[in-house]
């Protein structure tokens, strides 16, 4: 019998979303024939294909078998699991380098300035196993458990090269190379609360949410997490970063949901509106205990549909208790979602039926990764929110800004179309 793969990939797609992209590899090529990069079809204001060549060209010369720089992460990847790719980010820009890996800081700005920024970064790869514990791990574990930027030297096996990737999960990916070795030359600048959580024996859940507790970036955590760093000695080891970041969106979420179960409910319906990169987010809050529903509707004849003549509406729920089985229809994205939503409850002290309308539109033509959901959703909890007195009327409001009627949604929804006596009063 084969054994049962139980993550996805482009060889082994399981979500909806996933199989049409993987059907229809390479995405964009009908499109990208027919516009040549000058009659912008995508409905972007340049090519982003074209504007990765202007970006990628002038850099080339910056990388050299023997760089030095200031590394502000690791990178640890899943192709080979458990014998993967790690190594530390070499930034060539030394004066913005806290920015380049910190998707909070890029809130704002657009498909071309995502891509320059992360073709500032090199990816340097060395191959390891997850429970090892070599002078290589010891070295990059400190790189991430600083909450600063770190000189290091590197050599590489040859040159590194471009070779602009994408993806659902993760944030794109610039010049990558295999690496011999690497020195660091400063000392990493790591947190007294951090390096107090490391060296004790709590299991790894605990520790990330009471580092999260102690106000640490979200993003920052991740990196942590992927390190190794985190649990009960014998159980420590290396996660691939795009599995991190799912997992600590998870783990928090789980974490805020205990105490969020136990606030008053909310007493009116509030609606959250966000619009960033060419997705729409309506965030509809229900008085009532805690659940979660979160919608996709992605737009046909985009990269990601391209088998599709008609828009492709995705759902995922879980009810008061919450859910264990992975939410495979929209990945790490629900997960992303389900986070920032909880972030939000725990600062109102507050629980409530959620569900987020999530509209992507057919000009969203590259994926950044999942942190667009995440500070997407961030950002509506920002704005101030519309009230209403009955679901109706909210629904009404939300149905004036989707692409989609109202209906499509409800008809599929498990807690629009749920009665309760409440609601008659």
């Known amino acids: 019998m084969s054994p049962i793969i139980k993550y996805q990939s482009w060889e082994n797609p399981r979500c909806k979303i996933l199989k049409a992209m993987a059907s229809a590899k390479p995405m964009s090529r009908e499109l990208c024939l027919k516009c040549k990069g000058g009659r912008l079809l995508c409905g972007q204001k340049t ?7 202007n970006i990628q060209g002038p850099l080339e010369n910056s990388l050299k078998q023997e760089m030095s720089g200031p590394s502000p992460s690791i990178f640890v990847g899943w192709n080979g699991y458990p014998e993967v790719f790690i190594g530390p980010m070499v930034s060539l820009d030394s004066e913005n380098v806290n920015l380049l890996d910190n998707p909070a800081k890029w809130y704002g700005t657009g498909f071309d300035d995502i891509i320059r920024l992360r073709s500032l970064l090199v990816r340097s790869k060395h191959r390891q196993g997850i429970r090892e514990r070599t002078k290589f ?19 590489f096996k040859k ?6 990737s994408f993806s659902p999960i993760s944030q794109p990916m610039g010049a990558s190379g295999i690496l011999e070795k690497f020195s660091i030359t400063e000392n990493p600048k790591i947190p007294k609360k951090v390096d107090y959580v490391v060296s004790d024996e709590m299991k790894a859940a ?19 997490f992927s390190s190794g760093t985190l649990g009960m000695e014998e159980n ?47 965030i509809l809050l229900i008085p009532g205990g805690w659940e979660f529903e979160q919608f996709e509707s992605w737009a046909p004849k985009t990269l990601w549909t391209m088998s599709y003549d008609k828009p492709v509406i995705v759902q995922e729920h879980e009810k008061h208790k919450g859910r264990w089985d992975y ?11 389900r ?26 033509i590259m994926p950044v990764g999942v942190w667009e959901v995440r500070e997407n959703v961030r950002h509506a909890f920002m704005n101030k929110p519309g009230k209403f007195s009955t679901i109706k009327d909210a629904l009404f409001d939300i149905n004036s800004r989707l692409m989609h009627p109202v209906e499509e949604y409800v008809k599929r929804s498990e807690i629009l179309r749920q009665r309760r006596i409440s609601e008659f009063f």
């Not at 040159?159 to 602009?164: E, R």
């Not at 600590?248 to 959250?272: F, K």
């Open 236 to 282: 420590k080891k290396l996660v691939p970063t795009r599995w991190s970041i799912t997992a600590v969106d998870d783990i928090l979420a789980r974490s805020m949901m205990n105490d969020i179960r136990n606030y008053p409910q909310i007493n009116d319906c509030l609606v959250y509106t966000n619009q960033y990169l060419e997705n729409h987010f309506e």
């Open 47 to 53: 090519c982003p294909l074209l504007q990765k060549i």
């Open 159 to 164: 040159k590194p090269h471009y070779s602009l």
């Open 206 to 224: 605990p520790s990330l949410t009471k580092l999260f507790n102690s106000k640490f970036d979200i993003y920052y955590l991740t990196n942590v």
């Open 339 to 364: 986070f920032a939503v909880c972030e939000a409850l725990s600062k109102m002290r507050r629980q409530a039926r959620v569900v987020i309308f999530r509209e992507i539109y057919d000009s969203y």
């Open 327 to 337: 939410a495979i229809n929209e990945g790490g994205g629900y997960y992303a979602g």
């Open 137 to 155: 791990i010891i070295n990059s574990q400190e790189l991430a458990l600083s909450e600063k930027a770190v000189d290091i030297e590197t050599r």
